[in-house]
C-alpha cells in the first residue's frame, strides 16, 4: 500500500504507551480540552464584543459631548436675541416714556407729543413682531405685565419684573437641550467603563482557561503522568471557575443609563441655576433613582442640598436668600446631605477637584459646627488633594484660594504647627489677579468667626489672623510688585502706619437695602495718613457665626468716607441691594460693623435689625430697586416714568418715579423747586393718602446716592408717608414716596430705595 | 511493505482471514493512520484560514475606526457650522429690529413734519429722508430672508417690503425660514456625513467583532487538531472529528459574514 501524507513521527514514539493506554481517563481529558477550548473562543469573543462596546460608547460619548457643545452655543444665541429683542422694546418704551416726561415737565411742544406718539407706534410694533419670530425659533420670547398688554404667564416669568437674576432664567430654560446632552454623555463614558471592566473581567476568565488548557494537556505527557489526577482536577476548577465567571459576565448586559434619567438631571441643573433649589434636590433624586451610579447627579445634588439650607424668603424659582452669596454657613443637616451625595459621588469614582474642596470645606464646616476632629481630619485629606489637582489647573484661582484657606483652618483647630504657612500662603494667593479678594477674604473672616464661636480658646489667635486677612485684603502690589496702600483719603501709605489709632465709638445704622455706619469720635484717626477697612458682619441666624458681607466690606478708599463740621465720620451708605447680584435686601437680625486701622482692629459696633423679611424688586420704568414685603406686587405701569409696589390690602407701597435730568432741568438747580416737585408728585398720591400733612423736610446725602437730595416727612389719616427727591449719577432725577401704618417700617422702606 | 506494517504486526493480504473483531480493529487502525497522516496538512490549512480572517477583522476594525474618526472630524465641522449659520441668524434677527423701527419711524416722521410744519418739521422730514435710508439699509444687509430693496424694481419684493423698501408690518422675521437659508447656502456643510460614516463605522466594527469571533472558531480547531495529532487511540478520531466540525461551521460563519 503507497503511503499518503508526509512523514511523521509516529504517535507512541512522541508520548509513549502510557498515554496510548490512557482509556477513560485520556477521554475525558479529551473532552475536557474540547470543552475548554470551546470556551476559550466563546470568551474571546465575549471580550472582544466588550471592547467595542467599550469603543462604540466612548464614540457616543464624544458625539454627544459635541452635540451638547452645540446645543449650548446655539441656546445662549437665541436666548440672547430674545433678550436683545425685548431691551429694543424696552428702549423703545423709554424713548417714548421720555418723550412724554419732557412733554410734562420740561418744554412741552406739538414735536415732543408725536415723539412720544412715534415712539410708542414703533414699540408696539416691535411687541407685536417678537412673538411670531420667537414662534419662528421655536423659543420663548419675553414680556412684561407691566407695559405689555398682551403677556402669557408663561413668558412673563422671564422677564425683569419677575426674574430677580435677569435674564439667568431665560438663558438657563435654553441650556436645557444641553444640560439633557452632558448626562446622556455621562451614561455614555459610564457604558464605556463597564464596557472596559468587562473586558478586564473577560481577560481573567480566559487566562484561567489557557492555564486549564495547559494543565489539562500536561497531565497526558510522560512527566505529568504521575500526578495527572492533580493537574486535571485543578485545571477543571480554573474551567469550571473560568466558565462561571464568563458566564455571569455574559449574562450582565451592560447598564444602558435610561434616558428619562439625562432627562430629570437637565431639570434639575435649570431648577438649581435659577435658584429652585427644593426642586433641584427633587428632580436629581428622581435621576439618580433611575441610574443609581449618577456621579454628576450626586455632586450637583450636595450643591443643592448645601444652599437649600441657607435661610430663604419666597419659594420656587422666586426664592430668595436672606443673605447674598455664600455669606453664612449651611446648618449640620443640609452639611450630613451634601456630605453623604459627595462621598457617593466620590465612590462612584468622581476625582473631580472641585468635588474634593466642596467634600472638604463641607467636613470642615460640618466638623467645626460638631467638634468633630475625625471630619475634620478627613476634610483635610479631601482638601490636599483637591489642591494637588487645582495647583495644576488653569481658571480656578477663588476655588483654589478658599481651599488654601480651609486648609489653614483646619491646621488651626487640629493644632498643626503648619496653619501659620498655610494662611501666609492662603493670603499670598488672595493677591492673584484672577482671584475675587474680597470674597475670599470675607470667606475666611466668616470661618475664623466660626472657630473663634465653637472654640473660644482660639479666639486670640483667630483675631490676630483676622487681622491679617483683613490687612493682607487691603494690600495692593504695583507692577514691580512692590506693595502699597491707600488712605480714605486717596494718599499713598508706606510704609504703613504703626500708630494705633483708638476710635471713641462706632455706630452701625444698617438699613433693608445699605450699610451705614458712623463714627462720631474718631480719635487719633487721621483719613490722609492712616488705612482704614470695614467688615460687615451678619450675624448667623442658623449657627450664630458672625458672617461677613463681602459686597459692603474691603478698604475705604476714596469717596467712600464722609468727613462732617463736627469732626465725626460716616460711610457714604454704600448700598447692598445695589452691590449684590441677584439684587437683594439685608434680612432682619443682628450686625456688626468692625474698623480695622493700620491693620489693627480698632473699632466695633452692633445693630439688631426689626425690620421682617423683605424681597429685593427692580423698577422697570427707572434703573432703581427697593425692598418690599413679599407679598407685595408691581402695580401695573399706570403713569410714564412711574413704578410702584403695593401691599394686596393697599395698606402701604413703595412708588418711584424717575425723569431725565434734562427734562428737570429747571427743577434741579434750586431746592425749593426740587420740594415744589416732590410735594406735587405726594400730593398725586392724596387720592390713596387721605388726610395728608407735611411734617418735617431736610436735605440728606442719602436717598439714591443723589448729591442735592432731600427729604419730607408727611402723615396721613391711617399711617405715615417719607418721600425724597434729588438727581443720582445715572442722569435721572428721582422722587420717591413710602407709606405704611408703622413709621419705623416706612423709614425702612424709603432708606433702602436704590439706583441701579 | 511499509514500516507502518512491520509495526503493526505485519499484518497483510496474504494471510489468513481474521477474526471480525480483528479486521474491525483493523479498520480502526487505518483510519487512525490515515486522520493522522492529514492532520498536520490540515492544521496548515486552518492556520491559513485563521491568518485570512485574523487579517479581514483587522482590517474591518481598522476600516470602522478610520469612519468612526471621520464621522467625529465631520461631526465637529458640521457642528461649528450649525453655531455659525444660528449666529446669522440671530444677526439678522437684531438687524431686522433696526430695519423695522428704522421703517416705521421713516414712515411717520414725514407726517409728523407735516402736522409741525415750520423749521422743525423739516428737520423732521430729513430725519425720515435718512431713517428711509437707514431702513433699506438695514433691510439689505438681513441675508437669509429678503428684506431687500431694489430700486430699479421696487415691486419686486412687495410681499414684506412696501414700494419705498420700508417693512411692511405683520411679517416679522421666520427665524425657521432664515435658518433653512442659511443652511442651505452653507457649502461647507455639503458633502458632511457624520451620521452614515457612523453607521458605516459601526458596521465595519461589528463585522470586525465576528470576524475576530470566527478567528476564535479557527484557533480552537487548531487546538483540537494539535491535540489530535500527539494522541492514539478513540480520542484521535474524537479530537479530528471535533476539528473537522468545528473548522466547517467556521468557514460557513465566515462566508456568511464576508458575503452579508
Known amino acids: 500500500m503507497p503511503e499518503t501524507g508526509p512523514e511523521i513521527p509516529q504517535v507512541h514514539e512522541i508520548v509513549g504507551e502510557e498515554v496510548e493506554h490512557a482509556g477513560r481517563y485520556g477521554k475525558a481529558i479529551a473532552v475536557a480540552v474540547v470543552v475548554t477550548t470551546l470556551i476559550g473562543a466563546l470568551v474571546a469573543w465575549g471580550q472582544v464584543s466588550a471592547l467595542r462596546s467599550h469603543d462604540r460608547a466612548d464614540a457616543q460619548a464624544e458625539r454627544y459631548a459635541a452635540l451638547s457643545l452645540t446645543a449650548a452655543a446655539i441656546g445662549r444665541g437665541q436666548a440672547q436675541t430674545q433678550v436683545d429683542r425685548f431691551n429694543l422694546l424696552t428702549q423703545e418704551v423709554r424713548q417714548a416714556d421720555n418723550a412724554s416726561l419732557f412733554q410734562r415737565f420740561g418744554t412741552s411742544s406739538k414735536a415732543t407729543d408725536l415723539l412720544a406718539k412715534r415712539w410708542n407706534s414703533v414699540a408696539a410694533q416691535t411687541e407685536a413682531d417678537t412673538p411670531g419670530i420667537a414662534r419662528s425659533q421655536d423659543v420663548p420670547y419675553i414680556c412684561s405685565r407691566t407695559f405689555e398688554k398682551s403677556c402669557p404667564a408663561a413668558n412673563a416669568t422671564y422677564s425683569p419684573d419677575q426674574d430677580a437674576n435677569f435674564p439667568a432664567r431665560l438663558q438657563e430654560a435654553m441650556q436645557w437641550s444641553s444640560y439633557r446632552l452632558s448626562a446622556l454623555r455621562d451614561g455614555a463614558n459610564q457604558r464605556a467603563e463597564d464596557g472596559e471592566s468587562k473586558f478586564v473581567h473577560y481577560a481573567a476568565a480566559l487566562t484561567a482557561l489557557a492555564v486549564a488548557v495547559f494543565l489539562f494537556g500536561y497531565s497526558l505527557t510522560p512527566n505529568g503522568q504521575p500526578r495527572r489526577r492533580l493537574y486535571s482536577r485543578t485545571a477543571t476548577t480554573f474551567v469550571v471557575v473560568a466558565g462561571i465567571y464568563a458566564l455571569v459576565q455574559a449574562l450582565t448586559p451592560l447598564s444602558q443609563p435610561p434616558d428619562p434619567a439625562a432627562t430629570a438631571f437637565a431639570n434639575a441643573e435649570v431648577a438649581k441655576n435659577t435658584g429652585d433649589y427644593e426642586t433641584a434636590i427633587a428632580d436629581y433624586g428622581a435621576a439618580i433613582k433611575l441610574r443609581p451610579r449618577f456621579v454628576a447627579a450626586y455632586a450637583h445634588r450636595a450643591q443643592a442640598e448645601y444652599q437649600a439650607g441657607i435661610p430663604h424668603i419666597g419659594s420656587g424659582q422666586d426664592a430668595q436668600q436672606t443673605t447674598a452669596g455664600p455669606a453664612t454657613i449651611a446648618p449640620v443637616e443640609a452639611l450630613d446631605r451634601a456630605v453623604e451625595d459627595e462621598l457617593h459621588a466620590r465612590e462612584e469614582g468622581s476625582g473631580a477637584a472641585d468635588l474634593l474642596a466642596n467634600l472638604s470645606a463641607d467636613l470642615l464646616y460640618r466638623g467645626l459646627l460638631r467638634h468633630s476632629l475625625s471630619d475634620l481630619r478627613a476634610g483635610y485629606g479631601y482638601g490636599q488633594e483637591a489642591l494637588d489637582k487645582l495647583r495644576s489647573q488653569q481658571h480656578v484661582a477663588n476655588l483654589l484660594v478658599n481651599t488654601e484657606f480651609n486648609q489653614a483652618e483646619i491646621s488651626l483647630v487640629l493644632g498643626q504647627p503648619q496653619a501659620s504657612q498655610e494662611y501666609a500662603l492662603a493670603e499670598q494667593q488672595l493677591h492673584a489677579s484672577d482671584v475675587n479678594a474680597e470674597f475670599a477674604a470675607a470667606s475666611a473672616l466668616t470661618d475664623l468667626n466660626l472657630i473663634a464661636q465653637q472654640y473660644p480658646a482660639l479666639r486670640l489667635r483667630t483675631d490676630a489672623l483676622q487681622a491679617q486677612v483683613v490687612h493682607s485684603g487691603e494690600t495692593y502690589y504695583d507692577g514691580k510688585g512692590k506693595p502699597y496702600w491707600d488712605s480714605p483719603n486717596n494718599n499713598y501709605v508706606s510704609p504703613v502706619p504703626s500708630k494705633v489709632v483708638h476710635f471713641g465709638q462706632v455706630k452701625a445704622e444698617p438699613d433693608p437695602g445699605h450699610a451705614y455706619y458712623q463714627i462720631p469720635d474718631p480719635g487719633n484717626f487721621n483719613p490722609d495718613k492712616d488705612l482704614l477697612s470695614v467688615q460687615w458682619e451678619y450675624r448667623d441666624p442658623v449657627n450664630g457665626e458672625w458672617a461677613v458681607l463681602p459686597e459692603v466690606s474691603g478698604p475705604v478708599l476714596t469717596g467712600q468716607l464722609i468727613k462732617y463740621s463736627d469732626g465725626s465720620f460716616s460711610s457714604n451708605n454704600p448700598s447692598y441691594l445695589s452691590g449684590t447680584s441677584p439684587a437683594t435686601c439685608l434680612p432682619p437680625g443682628q450686625y456688626r460693623v468692625r474698623l480695622y486701622a493700620n491693620g489693627r482692629l480698632s473699632a466695633t459696633g452692633t445693630a439688631t435689625a426689626r425690620w421682617p423679611a423683605l424681597k429685593a424688586v427692580r423698577f422697570r420704568e427707572v434703573a432703581g430697586a427697593a425692598c418690599v414685603p413679599q407679598n407685595w406686587k408691581a402695580l401695573p405701569s399706570s403713569q410714564v416714568g412711574t413704578d410702584a409696589y403695593i401691599a394686596p390690602d393697599l395698606s402701604g407701597g413703595a412708588l418711584i418715579f424717575g425723569i431725565p435730568k434734562q427734562a428737570a432741568i429747571s427743577y434741579v438747580g434750586s431746592t425749593d423747586a426740587l420740594y415744589t416737585l416732590l410735594e406735587s408728585a405726594v400730593h398725586g398720591l392724596s387720592g390713596q393718602l387721605t388726610g395728608l400733612q407735611s411734617q418735617t423736610k431736610h436735605s440728606t446725602p442719602f436717598f439714591m446716592s443723589a448729591s442735592n437730595g432731600q427729604q419730607e416727612f408727611w402723615s396721613y389719616d391711617h399711617g405715615f408717608v417719607y418721600s425724597g427727591i434729588g438727581s443720582a449719577l445715572n442722569g435721572q432725577v428721582y422722587v420717591g414716596v413710602t407709606w405704611s401704618r408703622d413709621n419705623g417700617r416706612t423709614a425702612d422702606l424709603f432708606h433702602a430705595l436704590s439706583p441701579l | ?260
Open chain 2, 1 to 260: 511493505m511499509s514500516s507502518e506494517q512491520e509495526h503493526q504486526g505485519g499484518a497483510g493480504p496474504e494471510h489468513s482471514p481474521a477474526p471480525a473483531g480483528q479486521v474491525e480493529s483493523l479498520e480502526k487502525r487505518a483510519i487512525h493512520e490515515v486522520v493522522h497522516v492529514w492532520i498536520p496538512l490540515a492544521i496548515v490549512v486552518v492556520s491559513v484560514c485563521a491568518a485570512i480572517v485574523g487579517w479581514r477583522a483587522s482590517l474591518s476594525e481598522e476600516y470602522g475606526t478610520h469612519k468612526e474618526e471621520l464621522s467625529r472630524q465631520d461631526l465637529v465641522q458640521q457642528q461649528q457650522q450649525l453655531i455659525q449659520d444660528n449666529s446669522a441668524v440671530n444677526s439678522d434677527i437684531r438687524l431686522f429690529g433696526q430695519f423695522a423701527e428704522y421703517s416705521l419711524l421713516a414712515e411717520q416722521l414725514p407726517k409728523d413734519a407735516g402736522q409741525v410744519g415750520g423749521p422743525v418739521g423739516d428737520q423732521l422730514r430729513a430725519e425720515g429722508q435718512a431713517d428711509l435710508g437707514l431702513a433699506r439699509a438695514a433691510g439689505n444687509q438681513i441675508a437669509h430672508v429678503n428684506y431687500s430693496f431694489d430700486p430699479s424694481n421696487p415691486t419686486a419684493n412687495d410681499q414684506v417690503v412696501r414700494h419705498d423698501g420700508t417693512y411692511k408690518p405683520g411679517h416679522p422675521y421666520d427665524a425657521s425660514a432664515g435658518l433653512d437659508d442659511a443652511e442651505n447656502g452653507d457649502t461647507a456643510l455639503h458633502g458632511l456625513e457624520p451620521d452614515q460614516l457612523h453607521a458605516a463605522a459601526l458596521s465595519e466594527q461589528t463585522q470586525g467583532v465576528r470576524f475576530t469571533g470566527i478567528a476564535a472558531l479557527f484557533v480552537a480547531v487548531l487546538v483540537l487538531l494539535t491535540f489530535g495529532a500527539i494522541i492514539r487511540g478513540p480520542l484521535k478520531l474524537w479530537f479530528a472529528g471535533s476539528a473537522g466540525g468545528l473548522a466547517v461551521a467556521a468557514l460557513v460563519l465566515f462566508l456568511i459574514v464576508q458575503f452579508s
